[in-house]
Antibody, heavy 120, light 108 residues
Framework: EVQLVESGGGLVQPGGSLRITCAAS????????MDWVRQAPGKGLEWLSY????????YYADSVKGRLTISRDNAKNSLYLQMNSLRAEDTAVYYC?????????????WGQGTTVTVSS | SSELTQDPAVSVALGQTVRITCQGG??????PSWYQQKPGQAPVFVMY???NRPSGIPDRFSGSNSGSTASLTITGAQAEDEADYYC???????????FGGGTKLTVL
C-alpha cells in the first residue's frame, strides 16, 4: 500500500525549533518529487516547500523562506522539514505529499498530517 | 499571476449538477489539480490534467478549463460529496505551488 506517515509534531514555544518527518512506503520514494503543505486551523491549504527526487532542486514559499529547510534521505525513504524561529502563526497541520509522475502536475498521495502548535 | 481564486461556498441539491471554479493567470494553457477534503481528513486527489480522474474517483467528477478559469464539475452530486474543494497548480515561474482558497460544497 502506498503510504505517507508524518511524525514529530507537537507543542513548541515561540522562537523554538522542530523537525517533522514523513515516512514513505509502498513505492519507490527516490523516484518522486515531494512537497510539504500546511493547514492552519479553519484555514485553507498552504504550500510550503518542494524537493526534487535527488534533492538537486528545492523551492520554498516566500512566507517561510529562511525559517524552513526541506530535506530527504532516499536510503531511509524519509522526507524532513526543519522549522526554526517558530511563530504562533505556524500553528497548523503539516502534510507531506507526493507529486505525481508525468506531465500533469498534481499531489497524488498525502499523509494524514502532523499537528504543530506554537504557544507559550 | 500568483493567485488562484475560488468561490468560498457553493451549494447543490442532491442529484443535481454543480460546477466549482478556479480562476488564475497561471491556468492559461495549463490544467490545475483538484482535491477534496472532508473535516478532519487529509486532502484527496480527485482530478488532474485535462479531465483525468485518479483511480477510485467516481466518474461523476469531471474537469475542464477555459482560458484562465478551470472547473470541477460534479454531475449528480451525492451526500458524500459534501466537502471542501481546492484547486492547485504551479505558478508561472514553476518554482512555487499555488492553492486556491477552497470552496465549501454543501449538498442540500
Amino acid at each position: 500500500e502506498v503510504q505517507l506517515v508524518e511524525s514529530g509534531g507537537g507543542l513548541v514555544q515561540p522562537g523554538g525549533s522542530l523537525r517533522i518527518t514523513c515516512a514513505a512506503s509502498g513505492f519507490t520514494f527516490s523516484s518522486y518529487n515531494m512537497d510539504w503543505v500546511r493547514q492552519a486551523p479553519g484555514k485553507g491549504l498552504e504550500w510550503l516547500s518542494y524537493i526534487s527526487s535527488s534533492s538537486s532542486t528545492i523551492y520554498y514559499a516566500d512566507s517561510v523562506k529562511g525559517r524552513l529547510t526541506i530535506s530527504r534521505d532516499n536510503a531511509k525513504n524519509s522526507l524532513y522539514l526543519q522549522m526554526n524561529s517558530l511563530r504562533a502563526e505556524d500553528t497548523a497541520v503539516y502534510y507531506c505529499a507526493r507529486e505525481r509522475l508525468g506531465n500533469n502536475y498534481g499531489l497524488d498521495v498525502w499523509g494524514q498530517g502532523t499537528t504543530v502548535t506554537v504557544s507559550s | 499571476s500568483s493567485e488562484l481564486t475560488q468561490d468560498p461556498a457553493v451549494s447543490v441539491a442532491l442529484g443535481q449538477t454543480v460546477r466549482i471554479t478556479c480562476q488564475g493567470g497561471s491556468l492559461r494553457g495549463f490544467y490545475p489539480s483538484w482535491y477534496q477534503q472532508k473535516p478532519g481528513q487529509a486532502p484527496v486527489f480527485v482530478m488532474y490534467g485535462k479531465n483525468n480522474r485518479p483511480s477510485g474517483i467516481p466518474d461523476r467528477f469531471s474537469g475542464s478549463n477555459s482560458g484562465s478559469t478551470a472547473s470541477l464539475t460534479i454531475t449528480g452530486a451525492q451526500a458524500e460529496d459534501e466537502a471542501d474543494y481546492y484547486c492547485n497548480s504551479r505558478d508561472s515561474s514553476g518554482k512555487h505551488v499555488l492553492f486556491g482558497g477552497g470552496t465549501k460544497l454543501t449538498v442540500l
